[in-house]
């Protein structure tokens, strides 16, 4: 973190760190990356200072007095903004903290405060003179891990949890759908089995291949099941005018809609996204496909289970759109264990788990 002065008036807007403004003269608390690229445009300077506020440490936690008042600085994505949300409800349960949060609004508005978090929200970035109504700041949560690359081999949560000393068994925090979206979001009833499916992550290493989206969709059409589909990247046309039973809700909803039609599915089956974490926040039943991501990793949510690829690289914990074997393209969704068979047999098995149904 640096403390960066504005040279010029800046409109912010960034999906990862917030929206905000730059006010000429004004002296702001902010990411490196952040304040090195307001720098590098000539419309700021970064500073030498420290911060008028320390940051929290794992030392400075075990003598947290009361109601000490912390701000924290979330720059993550959706997926982690749940992570954030829990985390910050079990700090504030046992150190009886109070925290606000600074990041994009529609993280606060949209995921931490239908999860029951009453803090402040503060745009990005905030005024260095503006910290000084707390006690620290929080930023770097990586940092409080013994071993960061823990927060990838297993699941986040309980990593940061052991890291703060918490117990995160029977959390109790869930996503809390508004009533008014609840009742706008309502599907017809078919009687049929409803399956939710995402195939995108913020990755292509852990998205769903759209070459394999047809055979998948096909083999779960065949078994009479209502299929509706969530995410960001559009269809095959000619998948959607070929098969009546898919309901596409991709690129349709915001948040609170996504969550509610969520709540209607009988079963979700998706990849390492936002969406399998709003589902297990949900606690519906999910079944999250994994290529570079360890097995462990929703192992915090009792509702979602874990259908890694056995290919021998796999998991690699690699989170962007490049194989580090330098590969064209990750090949973890195209190895055998991955096969729409074998995929829609385990999705029978989840729903016998849920119904005690027998489908074949």
């Avoid at 609004?105 to 990005?124: A, N, S």
């Avoid at 759908?177 to 078919?190: A, H, I, K």
């Avoid at 490049?322 to 973890?332: H, K």
Wanted: hydrophobic fraction near 40%.
């Amino acid at each position: 973190m640096r403390l960066l002065l504005a040279t010029k008036d800046v409109e912010v807007s960034s999906p990862v760190f917030g929206e905000g403004s730059l006010q000429k003269g004004t002296v702001y608390f902010t990411f490196g990356k952040f304040a090195r690229d307001i720098a590098s445009s000539r419309a700021g300077i970064v500073m030498d200072e420290q911060a008028p506020v320390p940051s929290l440490s794992r030392f400075a936690l075990r003598q947290l007095p009361n109601r000490s008042r912390i701000l924290f600085i979330h720059s993550g994505g959706y997926g982690d903004t749940v992570t954030v949300g829990i985390l910050l409800e079990l700090l504030r349960e046992k150190y009886h903290a109070c925290f606000d949060v600074c990041c994009h609004r529609d993280k606060y508005d949209f995921i931490l405060e239908p999860m029951g978090f009453e803090g402040t929200w503060l745009p990005f970035p905030p005024p260095a003179d503006g910290l000084t109504p707390y006690d620290y700041v929080l930023t770097d949560l990586a940092a409080m891990a013994d071993d960061s690359m823990d927060l990838l081999r297993r699941s986040p949560l309980q990593v940061l949890a052991e890291a703060f000393d918490l117990s995160i068994r029977n959390h109790g925090v869930r996503y809390r759908v508004p009533e008014e979206c609840r009742v706008r979001m309502t599907l017809p009833s078919t009687g049929r089995i409803r399956i939710g499916l995402n195939f995108d992550a913020m990755g292509r290493v852990k998205s769903y291949p759209g070459d394999l989206h047809h055979s998948l969709i096909s083999k779960l059409l065949s078994s009479n099941l209502e299929l509706h589909v969530f995410g960001r990247k559009t269809l095959s046309p000619g998948l959607l005018a070929s098969n009546h039973g898919i309901h596409n809700h991709v690129n349709r909803t915001n948040i609170p809609e996504l969550a509610a039609l969520l709540d209607q599915m009988d079963l979700v089956v998706g990849v390492d996204s936002f969406v399998a974490h709003l589902s297990g926040l949900l606690d519906k039943r999910t079944l999250v496909l994994l290529s570079s991501t360890g097995k462990d990793y929703f192992h915090h949510y009792r509702a979602v289970s874990a259908y890694p690829s056995r290919l021998a690289c796999a998991p690699c914990f690699h989170v962007s759109n490049t194989c580090p074997l330098g590969y064209a393209r990750c090949v973890a969704f195209y190895h055998e264990s991955m096969g729409a068979n074998l995929l829609v047999s385990r999705i029978d098995k989840e729903l016998s788990g849920i119904y005690g149904l027998d489908r074949g």
